[in-house]
């Protein structure tokens, strides 16, 4: 079955560096677009970054913009985010997210979330 | 950008009940709406795509309706499982997407 594991958060100081990493089973991965998602504590989804499937096209949310880059490795079937300059406002459980590919691109399978916490 | 507005943003309700959710876009967006649960310390799951078509395995007590700019969920019965927070997506402007602010559904 679909298994997405989100791994590398952890508390980081205002400034500083972390990369994210969701490695992924069960499917043919270098066949879908992959997607970042954040959730800040007690606010809703925030929609962060998009890979396409062999890893030519990237786009990111305005908020991230500059800062945060995301990318994939198809051999070993990981997709990552490398966010820099990390704010308080970037504190959120990280989700990654497989899309559908087709028909209205569907985020159809979710990891769990990584926790990263943004403080001095 | 597109804006997704969700109402409300959140109800009680009772084992049983049925529930509408509605999502209003700031432009028409044809049906390129997808509706997801999201439950605390759970993966989020997708329920309906493509604004009515439900996702596979998810129970018939869901369904999704609406095409242009307003959107709707609804839960026939509502079950125990069911109380989580439920969240709007379009994917009109793909590559780029945008989530409602989601509606909470709590027990009453």
């Known amino acids: 079955q679909v298994q997405l594991v989100e791994s590398g958060g952890g508390v980081v100081q205002p400034g500083r560096s972390l990369r994210l990493s969701c490695a992924a089973s069960?499917?043919?991965?270098?066949?879908?677009?992959m997607h970042w998602v954040r959730q800040a504590p007690g606010k809703g989804l925030d929609w962060v970054a998009v890979i396409s499937e062999d890893g030519t096209n990237r786009y990111y949310a305005d908020s991230v913009k500059g800062r945060f880059s995301i990318s994939r490795d198809n051999s070993n079937n990981t997709v990552f985010l490398q966010m820099n300059g990390l704010r308080s406002d970037d504190t959120a459980v990280y989700f990654c997210a497989r899309d559908r590919g087709y028909g209205g691109n569907p985020f159809d399978h979710w990891g769990q979330g990584t926790l990263v916490t943004v403080s001095s | 950008d597109i804006q997704m507005t969700q109402s409300p943003s959140s109800l009680s309700a009772s084992v049983g009940d049925r529930v509408t959710i509605t999502c209003r876009a700031s432009q028409t967006i044809s049906t390129y709406v997808n509706w997801y649960q999201v439950t605390p310390g759970k993966a989020p799951k997708l329920l309906i795509f493509s604004a009515s078509i439900l996702q596979t395995g998810v129970p018939a007590r869901f369904s999704g309706s609406g095409s242009g700019t307003d959107f709707t969920l609804s839960i026939s019965s509502l079950q125990p499982e069911d109380f989580a927070t439920y969240y709007c997506q379009q994917s009109y402007s793909t590559p780029t997407f945008t989530f409602g602010q989601g509606t909470k559904v709590e027990i009453k």
């Open positions: 069960g499917f043919t991965f270098s066949s879908h677009p």
